[in-house]
């Protein structure tokens, strides 16, 4: 298994892996729109090749988390996935590990991603518990938050805002 940054012959496979795993094609619309948008980082958009073949995609997107005294820099990971005939083999783990590394390479500090129980094998916790939440927060709210360096979250709480290119998926997340 390889993890590359992705390449212009890799959008459509990449538009495949996640519309295929979500069942619809916000998240690939996503992808394509953010990749338009000012502050786009390539190579925070990752592949997993296995045998020459893209099975996994993920992509990290700067947001803050804004509160009344101020704004703090974190990472997103959105969206995350892998073609079903390739899941159990490690791709996604090492996809969120490659970013991982890459984001405490770059002095990033808090990291963060709205899913499920997967990524508590890397570390992430609930991001309420610790008062940082997404816009509206709703019941069972599933922002979790990696610390890139110790206590990075200490004192950093409120609300995430997100590139202009997440506001559709945000709106289908209330519907
Ligand atoms: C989640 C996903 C990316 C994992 O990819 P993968 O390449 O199969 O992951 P790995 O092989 O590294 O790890 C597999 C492990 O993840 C666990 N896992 C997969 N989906 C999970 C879920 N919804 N909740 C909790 N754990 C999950 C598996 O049970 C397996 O556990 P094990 O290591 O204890 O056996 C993949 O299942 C997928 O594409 N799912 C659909 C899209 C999705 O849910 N994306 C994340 C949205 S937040």
Partial sequence: ???????????????????KAFGHDWESKLIR???TEEGY??????????????VGHILFSR????????????LILAPL????????????????????????ERGETIMLVYGHRFYERFGFTLAHEKGIF?????KGELVRILELEENAADGVMGVIKYPVSFRPLIEE???
């Fill in 134 to 138: 997404r816009p509206n927060p709703i």
């Fill in 1 to 19: 298994m390889i993890i590359r940054q992705e390449r212009t012959e890799d959008f459509d496979i990449i538009d495949q892996i996640h519309d």
């Fill in 63 to 74: 947001v803050t988390i804004e509160s009344p005294v101020g704004s703090h820099p974190a």
């Fill in 33 to 35: 729109n953010l990749r």
């Fill in 41 to 54: 980082d390539p190579t925070l958009s990752l592949v997993a090749e296995h045998d020459g073949q893209v």
């Fill in 173 to 175: 997340w209330y519907k």
């Fill in 81 to 104: 996935a892998v073609f079903k005939k390739y899941r159990g083999i490690k791709a996604g783990t090492m996809l969120v590990s490659e970013g991982i590394r890459i984001a405490k």
